[in-house]
């Protein structure tokens, strides 16, 4: 079994998002943390931001990380941050993750997307957003697709 070591700094950042100190962060950030860290269950910087519903950090991050961090998935149940913060029915923090790209077609290991998390959380007007923007995304990648 591969297990993620945390330096002592992973700690430090993973103790600023838990607390909302983005302030925190911020210096950490400045001081060359990597907002790609990511703890022993596989969860990033952006899926702890997103679990404590800090939408002040989660912007951060998606100002200064990596894109690929939008669809990186944690160990125990396969979820992105955009399932995460769908069953968690955090609205704003949805349409922050899907205006950076977040696919709104990846399934979780229960075979869900975001949408099905939105619809378990009883969010019907969340899963209609995430619906409406599934079909757009599917059509923009059919365009980009028959461009080439």
Known sequence: MHLIRIRMGDENLLHAVKNKDLQRLRELQKLDADLMVRDAEGRTLLYHAVTVGSKE?????????????????????????????????????????????ASLMKTDLQGDTPKNKAEKAMDMELAAYLENRQHYQMIQREDQETAV
């Open 57 to 101: 950090i989660v912007k951060y991050i998606l100002e200064n990380a990596s894109p690929e961090i939008l669809d990186l998935t944690e160990k125990e149940h396969g979820e992105t941050v955009l399932h995460k913060a769908a069953a968690l029915r955090h609205r704003t923090i949805c349409h922050f993750l899907v205006e950076a790209g």
